[in-house]
């Protein structure tokens, strides 16, 4: 199933079936400011080991990230010290994934690895969502393999939808995507860029 979706004026029916589809354990591809994302709600554990699958993400190896809306909500997430936090607000909402310590809130799948990627984008479709939700989105890139796959797949909305509609839930029809991924910012022991994507960090 593929819908799209506004920068504004979505219908309230349109977003409650996505938080619906959240809420009871599925799977969506969704808009950011970077490439199409795959995601859940962060809160259920069932939900992020089936995108895990889809992915072919091994969470004890590999740090998950999830979508907040704003500020405010990180630090029932995530620890947040004030230097980190004043760099965070200086660069979000944008194409950044902060790498910071979790907290308990969240499942246990994040707890393997003791960090968690912290997202604002700049994207006002999945933020509303997110908002309503009234709880973190987690969210990793679309699976693509750069050697079968043109990069298409990563952007466009009908081709992802054409290869991954059956797998997924719902693919969210936010437009043209950018073919670039987010810059991620570790902040675990300083602040260090361990990769370069969109977006030059403000320090």
Known sequence: MIKPFYSTNNSLREIASVLQILNDGGVIIFPTD?????????????????????????????????????????SEYAKVDNATFKVMKKNLPGPFTFILPTSNRLPKVFRHRKEVGIRIPDNPVIREICRMLEAPILVTSV????????????????????????????VIDGGIGDAVYSTVVSCINDIEIIRQGKGELLL
């Not at 795959?38 to 809160?43: K, S």
């Not at 993400?57 to 998950?64: A, R, S, V």
């Not at 699976?143 to 719902?170: C, F, M, Q, R």
């Open 34 to 74: 970077t490439v199409y994302a795959i995601g859940c709600h962060a809160l259920k554990e069932r939900a992020i080991e089936r995108v895990c699958k889809l992915k072919g993400i091994n969470p004890l190896k590999k740090h998950l990230s999830i979508i907040c809306y704003d500020l405010k909500n990180i």
């Open 143 to 170: 699976p693509y393999n750069g050697s079968v796959d043109e990069p298409e797949y990563l952007t466009n909305p009908e081709l992802i939808h054409e290869k991954w509609g059956a797998t997924v839930d719902l």
